[in-house]
């Protein structure tokens, strides 16, 4: 290759096409090398200027760009170009020309014509009955483009047989293509290759290897791939995995992916965790009210666990198999016979479906061991578990037992179900002066099911004086935390919002 420095600008025009229509020899370059050879080739600035223009103006016609022209589907500088020297009728959006050209074999072409129909398919432009063989449309083109060693398409290729949807799923094909890209230096597949490796899929786990792939991500200025190792050595630190046990490390490194990460797996994950630091002072100043509420606000469709199926263990519908729960499961597992936390997680994961098999059973026989070892968040569990019957035998003078338990340990939940036991005479006599006296203890603390049922004796006169004023007070407490009991009590009494 001639010195690039000493290239004029009468220099052959195709070293731009070269550059600029060809991925894999662009990951040989360095910037700054590029940048010169953009400068001195003669087509560079009509191209850039009139046919580059005019792509873009399809795109919009075409739907593919947000309303402030960015594109939906991500384009790299070489394919813009590589497209845009094909591209005719900017006006009509219509992908005529595209097809044709996928189908001569232009690896770009094909390569677009998959993330488009995949963005149809993701907002739901597709009918019902098409929508499989849309799905092969989609692998169709991705094999096409990554035959021709097209490497994004080969990512996306991989990404399916990963996940399987719409493909074979193939957990070893993947990683033989992410390997391939891996070597070549994308750190999107670095970071998929740790992924693999981490979690056991498609090769055998081996932690380090995971590392290390993520560590070549981090090497290139990836902070997705940074952040992997940060949240994988907080678990290592919590558990003793490898290194001295360590909430406060545990801690701050789960702090920093839960503020600094964009991945929908391991993000919420650690912000889950650090909620349960803060509840449980670990590796920091306790802080029940805080936790609850990051665990409360964490809650989403794709990590479902939140403040009601986790620490008051309201028995709702949470089975979940994203890879965000699978690999919470996991994580738990790994770490079940090193610290009491992890086992509880695993138990309440068997007892929702949280990304393993639901087996309730196998749950409270987990909850009542550590029960029997004082852990007042398990004693409040299997509380619940025998009050409604759920993996063991309805028992409520057993469940009030675990309920007193864990209440007097000082567990804000523990004190709202004895009030709740008290308040309605289960297992012991009716009693609504206890009641109060446990509903105030619960609610002193800022939990918001002790606040509103403390709310509601206030309102009903029941166990105490009637006073709307207080009642309305423990209301907003609770309503505040976003409690839809509360907020339904002060509608009916004209105070909301």
Not at 79 to 94: D, F, K, R, V
Request: aromatic share 10%; net charge negative; proline share 3%.
């Amino acid at each position: 290759m001639p010195n690039i420095n000493q290239l004029s600008l009468g220099h052959s025009p195709d070293i731009f096409t070269i550059i600029c229509c060809n991925d894999s020899f662009q990951l040989a370059l360095d910037h700054n090398t590029i940048k010169i050879l953009l400068r001195v080739c003669k087509r560079a600035r009509p191209l850039l200027s009139s046919k580059v223009v005019r792509f873009h103006t399809w795109c919009q016609k075409a739907g593919l760009c947000h309303p402030d022209g960015q594109m939906r589907i991500g384009l790299t500088p070489s394919e813009t170009i590589a497209l845009s020297l094909h591209c005719e009728n900017q006006y009509t959006g219509s992908q005529s020309w595209l097809v044709a050209l996928a189908d001569q074999g232009n690896a770009s072409a094909s390569y677009i014509m998959a993330k488009i129909l995949q963005l149809d398919l993701d907002q739901d432009q597709v009918k019902w009955s098409e929508k499989e063989a849309t799905k092969q449309q989609i692998f169709h083109h991705l094999e096409n483009a990554a035959e021709a060693q097209h490497p994004m398409a080969q990512f996306h290729l991989a990404k399916g047989y990963h996940d399987g949807n719409g493909f074979n799923q193939s957990p070893a094909k993947a990683v033989e293509l992410y390997l391939s890209l891996a070597e070549r230096g994308i750190p999107q597949a670095q970071i998929s290759l740790g992924q693999s490796y981490e979690n056991g899929e498609g090769v055998d786990q081996d932690f380090n290897a995971a590392i290390e792939w993520y560590s070549k991500a981090a090497d290139q200025s990836s902070e997705d791939g940074r952040l992997h190792i940060v949240f994988l050595r907080g678990w290592f630190s919590f558990i003793g995995h490898g290194v001295e046990q360590s909430d406060v490390d545990a801690f701050n490194r789960w702090q920093e992916v839960s503020t600094q990460s964009t991945d929908p797996v391991i993000k919420p994950i650690a912000t889950h965790m650090v909620g349960w630091m803060h509840y449980l002072g670990r590796g920091t100043v306790q802080d029940n009210q805080k936790g609850a509420k990051i665990i409360r606000e964490n809650k989403s469709d794709e990590f479902p666990l939140g403040e009601d199926e986790c620490l008051a263990s309201i028995w709702n519908d949470t089975k979940s198999d994203s890879a965000a729960a699978r690999k919470f499961f996991e994580l738990c597992k790994l770490g079940s016979d090193r610290d009491w936390l992890c086992r509880h997680l695993m138990a309440v994961c068997l007892f929702h479906g949280f990304g393993t098999t639901k087996d309730d059973a196998k749950a409270t026989c987990i909850f009542e061991q550590l029960a029997k070892d004082d852990h007042s968040d398990s004693q409040l569990w299997i509380g619940m578990c025998c009050y409604w019957g759920l993996g063991v035998s309805q028992d409520n003078e057993m469940a009030f037992e675990w309920f007193s338990k864990s209440a007097n340990q000082g567990n804000s939940y523990g004190q709202w179900m004895v009030g709740h036991c008290y308040y309605h005479g289960s297992a012991v006599t009716k009693n609504l002066t206890k009641a109060i006296e446990w509903y105030d203890k619960s609610a002193e603390q800022g939990n918001r099911y002790g606040q509103c049922c403390l709310g509601l004796c206030y309102e009903t006169g029941w166990g105490v004086p009637e006073g709307i004023d207080i009642a309305i007070f423990w209301y907003r407490k609770s309503a505040d935390q976003g409690l839809v009991a509360a907020i339904d009590n002060l509608k009916d009494l004209g105070k909301w919002p």
